[in-house]
């Protein structure tokens, strides 16, 4: 599977995880941008190119969960639901996480349009993220994970 890797990207793709599958390891300074990551690294599989996408749909996306894994697991999943049910491919450039009591909140604009088989090179058809590998770490950098998308 060919998938574009222009400017340094904060995130890589890992061949020896999953053998049908699209394994990857993202990676933020900061909570926030480890999910902006691994929202590029999930868009990424799907599209060819982000410079195909224009800026013609705006959705607000919020999400919570008890936990920081489970809200990183289920933002890539609404990304994936959002092309499957809408047909819209969104780029998410800023996410703001936050914390009440034991709760986490998740908030995001999403950017992008709906899909043109014509200018969008579609690359693989995600379905889902899957629990096989997935982790979610703080170490002395920051943040990182490892994500299975199912394919």
Request: glycine fraction near 4%; aromatic fraction near 8%.
């Amino acid at each position: 599977m060919q998938i574009s890797k222009g400017a340094v990207m904060p995130y890589e793709y890992l061949d020896d995880i999953a053998i049908s599958d699209v394994a990857f390891r993202a990676w933020g300074g900061s909570l926030d941008d480890l999910f902006v990551a691994a929202a590029d690294a999930t868009l990424n599989v799907m599209v060819e190119n982000f410079s195909s996408l224009r800026d013609t749909v705006l959705r607000s996306i919020e999400l919570k969960d008890t936990s920081e894994e489970m809200l990183l697991f289920n933002f890539p999943q609404e990304l994936i639901f959002l092309k499957d049910a809408e047909q819209l491919l969104l780029q998410v450039p800023h996410v703001e996480i936050l914390r009440d009591e034991n709760v986490y909140h998740l908030r995001a604009e999403g950017r992008g349009e709906k899909l043109d088989p014509l200018r969008h090179e579609l690359v693989a058809g995600v379905k889902a993220l899957t629990l096989h590998r997935f982790n979610v770490k703080h170490t002395p950098e920051g943040w990182e994970a490892t994500i299975v998308l199912d394919i």
